[in-house]
């Protein structure tokens, strides 16, 4: 067998003892690459600085408790602190990102880390500088593309400019779904540059509950019973989903994450049309997903932009298909009835959607016989692959540049 990768991962967006589902879709990636035991990493996963850990700072104090280093699965995770300028700093962000990680990369390296290539998640700010790192110290970059760094930042003039950038300085490029691929093609990717590794599920972590009748009962549920999981923020479309229950009398909502838009979801949900039937669990641990996934009846999923949403894989690996707004991505994952239904993205679209999978009777096995197919095994192997290529490719020239930077 042939020496294992070393990979530098490099995201803003990394679980941490503070946050432990923030990003957790770049470690469980990680850590399937790593089970392979083709290769070995070390994150590096930047936090914005903040003074304070006093909890009248909100999400704030938040980033002062994440830990300077820790080890995540056996992986050790560093932390740098990076300024962040609320509402004024996005221009800036990339530049503060990397003049605050450079320092930490040179004093990894100086304590002997080594590393083949940088692995990097979300074209910006996190891409951006991560192209200038590899340039600094002379180590091919591969960026991984997730959502709205393609389908939203673009539209801003100068991140526009700084991601064509990154795109072209960039070894290689991975898109979580065809359709981020050609997003990325029309940024100026030339298409032979772009990989598309889809996100695959943990079928041992997420499978049906061994006892359905009682993890229903655990949660007092009755009826028909739909489940939303995601942020409270606007773009996940929570709202949409309460308000499909105007139409579906019968039905119950469960609301999974926390966010700013709780308020605005709890008085909807006071709403005379639905009170007493949508209930907001807060935010839940990964491993307490599947058991509540298992217990629904049908998962929602009415966002407005998705890179390629882990929740409907989840949801359909634990038995319980989905419906998804007609939206980039989604239809890439939801491509057979068992697996659920894609609809337009309205209120009524969901009810409609709802309702036809209740009429249909879904088979949970055969929802969860879809959800084996997209197993992690294929993008382990693709990843490999690439970093293998991409190290081939550019191995020499690393090599010469990090001898002068070390001088």
Known sequence: MSEPIRLLTFSTLFPNEAQPTHGVFVENRLRHLLASGQAAATVLAPVPWFPSAA??????????RVPAAETRHGIAVHHPRFPVIPRVGMNLAPWLLYRA????????M??????????AHYLYPDGVAAVWLGRAVGRPVVLTARGTDVNLIPRYAIPRRL???????????????AALAEALVALGAPAGKVTVLRNGVDTALFRPPADRVAARAALGLAGPTAISVGHLIERKGHDLAIAALAALP??????????PERARLTALAARPEVTGRVRLLGARAHADLPALYGAADALVLAS?????????L???????????????G????VRAPAAGRIVPRSAAGVAAGLADLWDAGPDRAATRAYAEGFGWGPTTEGQLALFRRVIAAGGQGASNSQGASNR
Do not use: H, K
């Open 55 to 64: 909890p009248r700072f909100g999400a704030w104090a938040t980033y002062a």
């Open 101 to 108: 990680a450079l320092p930490a990369l040179r004093r990894l």
């Open 110 to 119: 100086a304590a002997g880390v080594g590393f083949d290539a940088i692995d």
């Open 163 to 177: 991601i064509r950038g990154a795109i072209g300085g960039a070894a290689a490029l991975v898109a979580v779904s």
């Open 250 to 259: 019968e039905w119950s909502l469960l609301i999974v994450g926390e966010g």
């Open 304 to 312: 407005s932009r998705e890179g390629w949403a882990n929740v409907l």
């Open 314 to 328: 989840e949801s359909m690996a634990c038995g319980t298909p989905v419906v998804a707004s007609d939206i980039w």
């Open 330 to 333: 989604n239809p890439e994952v």
